[in-house]
């Protein structure tokens, strides 16, 4: 069934995209989108403060897409908020969350929508993703990198249209049928601003018994960005890299955020098993960064006076 069936039928989707000053990849996320659309899908963009221009182009180059506007301070989560509060008031059945660097491949929406009619009214349906650029890294069900079977976790039989997903996904391409909001709320933007928002309103809607699957032919790109490393990683090794790692609101690794999820979603034992180990890892990889910077400008130093010594002694002669 295509999303124009369910037009006919009374179904409604939207579209939600945040985004912030990265006009470059929401213009590719938005001509997919435009791409797969029909007049029963509406298109938000929820822009938070961009001053990049993305606002003009926008009203320009898609006319039919919906506004929203930010200050700078929604984050990921205030920012999908803001999107849902308006799809629901505008009577959408479902609300389907992307990414600004997402790209999702002809039919994408139609194929989750005809998997959550197919699944039912409590079915939440994820999209296959994958990395531009890369044949390995797709997720189709996988835990997240904190999770115990990380590394162990097999890919599932990809034979039917439908696959039970166990670990739930992130924000990358995800219906989820307007009733769930109306019984469990929104994102916890208080809790969760920027990174993990998604994670614990999966767990919450798995709680209230929804069930997840993976629609196999419903399939989002996803364009890795430069932000995150241009922002923290290089500067790992420092103390300012070592907090950002640890403590920055743009860092998934957020140990506090991160903490808040396992300790609200898991069982004390479970908490206690995962967290500090995980954290214990995380301060010895930060360790051996630090120990390996600081070999390196040690032996640099020592390199330079070398050739300073030379270069004084030819002179000389």
């Keep these: 069934m295509t999303i124009i069936d369910s037009a006919q039928n009374g179904f409604r989707l939207a579209?939600?995209?945040?985004?912030?000053?990265?006009?470059?990849?929401?213009?590719?996320c938005l001509s997919g989108l435009v791409r797969n659309r029909n007049p029963a899908c509406e298109i938000v963009l929820v822009e938070d403060g961009c001053t990049d221009g993305t606002v003009e182009h926008c009203q320009n180059e898609f006319p039919d897409v919906h506004l929203l506007h930010g200050d700078g301070n929604l984050w990921w989560s205030g920012a999908i908020n803001m999107g849902l509060e308006y799809a629901l008031g505008r009577g959408a059945d479902a609300i389907v969350w992307l990414n600004d660097?997402?790209?999702?491949?002809?039919?994408?929406?139609?194929?989750?929508?005809?998997?959550?009619?197919?699944?039912?009214?409590?079915?939440?349906?994820?999209?296959?993703?994958?990395?531009?650029?890369?044949?390995?890294?797709?997720?189709?069900?996988?835990?997240?990198?904190?999770?115990?079977?990380?590394?162990?976790?097999?890919?599932?039989?990809?034979?039917?249209?439908?696959?039970?997903?166990?670990?739930?996904?992130?924000?990358?391409?995800?219906?989820?049928?307007?009733?769930?909001?109306?019984?469990?709320?929104?994102?916890?933007?208080?809790?969760f601003p920027h990174y993990w928002g998604d994670h614990d309103f999966h767990y919450r809607a798995r709680k209230a018994g929804y069930k997840y699957f993976v629609a196999r032919d419903a399939v989002v790109w996803n364009t890795p960005g430069k932000e995150w490393s241009a922002t923290g990683v290089n500067a790992l090794g420092s103390i300012r890299g070592t907090f950002w790692f640890l403590f920055s609101r743009r860092s998934p690794m957020n140990m506090p955020t991160l903490r808040r999820l396992l300790k609200r979603h898991l069982s004390p034992a479970e908490y206690k098993k995962i967290f500090r180990p995980l954290l214990r890892r995380h301060l010895a990889w930060l360790a051996y960064e630090w120990a390996s910077r600081k070999s390196a400008y040690k032996l640099l130093q020592s390199l330079k006076r070398r050739f300073t010594k030379s270069a004084s002694q030819n002179i000389s002669q």
């Excluded at 939600?16 to 213009?27: E, S």
């Excluded at 194929?111 to 994958?130: D, E, L, N, Y």
């Design 101 to 191: 660097d997402n790209i999702v491949d002809s039919g994408t929406l139609s194929q989750m929508v005809a998997s959550h009619q197919r699944q039912g009214a409590r079915s939440i349906i994820c999209a296959r993703t994958k990395t531009t650029g890369s044949n390995l890294d797709e997720w189709v069900g996988g835990p997240p990198r904190w999770h115990p079977e990380f590394g162990r976790w097999s890919p599932p039989d990809l034979s039917a249209e439908d696959i039970a997903v166990e670990h739930p996904p992130g924000g990358r391409g995800v219906l989820i049928p307007a009733q769930c909001f109306r019984e469990i709320g929104l994102v916890d933007s208080r809790s």
């Design 15 to 28: 579209v939600i995209v945040p985004t912030h000053n990265r006009w470059a990849q929401a213009r590719e």
